[in-house]
């Protein structure tokens, strides 16, 4: 994703519109001191003023955080810091002067514009000046360790640095055990020198949740569901326990696959736990890269859109060489090569943007074309971790990526432009409406539009071949989406179940990493092959800790995304089994999506989810119809099996019996 995407700024992880991780959320950077309330100022007004600082500061606050993403350098990180330390001080100021109208007479927009301000930023800055200068210095140089780190090895002319990109395609296509768990290990190293840095961000921002009446950050960041922090947590749970057993199916499965290529020894790790440097993906969120290993059905139902994609920026390539015929110096091969990557990651780019078009929303406005990043620039480190960003609330609107011709890149495109697209419908909302009904909605929209990429919609566009109808090309098609939607379920949970706990000092500093992996067994299932003491940050290796972006609107977006889905299936008059519609070039299901884009957050999320899908509760049932087939075929394949995994002091986690029916 990828998810993963969706991003608080790195550096500031806090903003007025806390939208989502990928979702980009910048800023101010007003030059001047916060501004103070004038006299006899009415709860109304203030709001109303309230988003016009907001809306005049935006330009120049999202530009800081852009620079600061686009350009890492000591001074695109000193520019990006000093924005975040006015905003917060900013925000801190605002905070305060709402805190007189508390009890007092409004407008029941007014009262939900306060309740979302108070909740604005995952990053809640104390109140001494000293101290907030020093959180968002932190907060900008874990950004910077994280969007330049590189794993180094050999000296001298044989020394050789490679960064995430780089380390992700050797899990993603290199099936040697050793490199795999040397890439894997390479990428953890980054995170180290991060931990002394966290334990005081955690220090930092818990003073500020407390200043605001919160017990800690974990309480506040769980206080922004129109629901109690209980309630969400609870919440969270339940859904798991709807999807938890087809998870332990699908890792019965994988265990199986791995044990058949590497042998027993090393196909899994002791309690049945999946080896973390083997699941192709750097967090074990995503497993579509083992695709070669784990499909069903050799070549049923052809799916393998990665090779089309790479003929597609091999045209790309030849049609850039026609252009410099004869000898080529290696400068010049190396910006050809340049060239071509971008070609193709706007072929992909417009490929998305075709979907939505084809719903009756408008196309992206000129300037997304020129001012997007696409693909990782040759001369300077980024951020390569994919975002959506609206700079203005006006329509500049852009995404950030490193998109290689692969299909994760390609459905990540999908995704990232759900957020952007919610950005252009919520714009006519005053600026503390611009957000998600919440944010797991955010995450959910672009990923709504991948579960309609069916084979039938992939076949049209021309990346897969004619598709036969067989049992075996359906188990195909849902295994493939299974390994990044149904693997992804508990990543999406353990990552905040562990913030809260070091935010509420459940988790002490000296045991951050033995909890990080206590609870990616418990809910993942999977173990690292080498001892992972405390002089590793594991959890810092993953963006979204170092750029303190809540994770659990992830876990949320998974469940939603099937909802919204099945709800736009019905909208478009579509009958047949759920895994098959695509609702490609309906204009009724389009219309139906706009209007929820269109309210942003500002009514309550029940309410918006009732008006597209008929109920006011999230509900993974639309999960589990969708995924039957593969559901049911996993069971098959896994009889006779000791399924489930044991976890360091746990009793083993087996995949739950179905229950007898109730009776009344």
């Known amino acids: 994703m990828n998810h993963r995407h969706l991003l608080l700024s790195l550096a500031v992880a806090a903003s007025l519109l806390s939208l989502s991780a990928c979702k980009k959320e910048p800023t101010p950077a007003s030059g001047t001191a916060e501004t103070a309330a004038p006299e006899g100022e009415t709860a109304d007004q203030f709001i109303a003023r309230v988003n016009d600082e907001y809306r005049k500061m935006f330009p120049e606050m999202t530009a800081a955080q852009w620079l600061s993403s686009t350009y890492i350098n000591d001074d695109s990180q000193l520019i990006a810091a000093k924005s975040n330390e006015r905003y917060l001080a900013q925000l801190n100021s605002w905070i305060e002067q709402a805190g007189k109208y508390e009890g007092q007479q409004m407008s029941p927009q007014t009262a939900r514009a306060i309740q979302l301000l108070k909740l604005a930023t995952a990053m809640p800055a104390p109140k001494d000046p000293a101290k907030l200068a020093e959180l968002t210095k932190i907060a900008t140089g874990m950004e910077g360790m994280y969007g330049s780190g590189s794993y180094c090895t050999g000296d001298g002319d044989a020394k050789k640095c490679r960064q995430l990109g780089d380390l992700e395609d050797v899990l993603r296509s290199n099936r040697d055990y050793d490199a795999q768990l040397d890439a894997w290990q390479g990428w953890h190293t980054i995170a180290q020198p991060m931990r002394k840095d966290y334990t005081r961000f955690v220090e930092l921002v818990n003073e500020g949740s407390r200043e605001m009446g919160f017990a800690d950050t974990g309480e506040m960041w769980r206080s922004g569901y129109d629901m109690t922090p209980a309630e969400i947590a609870a919440e969270t749970d339940r859904l798991w326990g709807q999807v938890k057993p087809l998870y332990e199916q699908l890792h019965c499965y994988a265990r199986t696959k791995l044990d058949a290529k590497y042998g027993p020894d090393k196909g899994h790790v002791a309690g049945n736990m999946l080896p973390a440097h083997l699941m192709g993906n750097m967090w074990q969120q995503d497993w579509g890269n083992l695709w070669d290993m784990l499909q069903p059905y050799q070549g049923a139902g052809n799916l393998d859109i990665t090779s089309a994609l790479q003929a597609q920026y091999q045209q790309d390539l030849d049609a850039e060489l026609a252009k410099h015929p004869g000898e080529r110096s290696t400068s010049q091969m190396a910006q050809i090569e340049h060239d071509a990557q971008l070609a193709v990651a706007k072929q992909m ?32 480190d980024v951020v390569c971790h994919a975002s959506a960003w609206d700079m203005n609330m006006a329509g500049d609107v852009r995404t950030k990526m490193c998109i290689k011709p692969n299909e994760e890149d390609f459905t990540t495109i999908y995704h990232e432009l759900g957020h952007i697209y919610y950005d252009l419908a919520y714009n006519k909302q005053p600026p503390l409406f611009q ?87 418990k809910y993942q299932g999977v173990a690292p092959v080498s001892a992972r003491g405390e002089e590793f940050f594991d959890a810092g290796a993953k963006y979204h800790v170092p750029g303190n972006t809540p994770y659990t609107r992830y876990f949320l977006s998974h469940v939603l995304q099937f909802q919204f889905y099945k709800s736009l299936c019905d909208a478009a008059g579509y009958k047949g089994p759920l895994y098959e519609c695509s609702f490609y070039g309906n204009k009724e299901a389009g219309a139906k999506f706009q209007a929820m884009l269109d309210k942003g957050a500002s009514q309550p999320w029940q309410k918006t989810l009732k008006e597209l899908t008929g109920g006011e509760k999230m509900d993974a049932s639309a999960v589990l119809e969708y995924f039957a087939p593969l559901q049911d075929w996993l069971k098959q394949q896994n009889e006779g099996k000791a399924c489930g995994w044991q976890s360091p002091g746990t009793t083993a986690v087996a995949p739950a019996k179905p229950e007898a029916p109730k009776k009344g």
């Open 435 to 521: 957000n998600g009904a919440h944010d797991g909605f955010h995450e959910a929209i672009g990923d709504t539009i991948v579960l309609a990429m069916t084979p039938k919609y992939l076949q049209s566009i021309g990346l897969v071949g004619e598709q036969q109808q067989s049992q075996e090309a359906l188990i195909n098609a849902q295994m493939r989406m299974a390994l990044a939607k149904v693997a992804f379920l508990p990543f999406g949970l353990m990552i905040d179940r562990w913030r809260w706990g070091v935010f509420d000092g459940s988790i002490k500093p000296g045991d951050y990493n033995k909890a990080w992996w206590d609870l990616k067994a």
């Open 349 to 380: 780019t417009e490929r998305a943007q075709d979907f939505y078009s084809s719903l009756g929303m408008q196309k992206l406005p000129e300037s997304y074309w020129t001012k997007t990043q696409f693909i990782k620039p040759r001369d300077r």
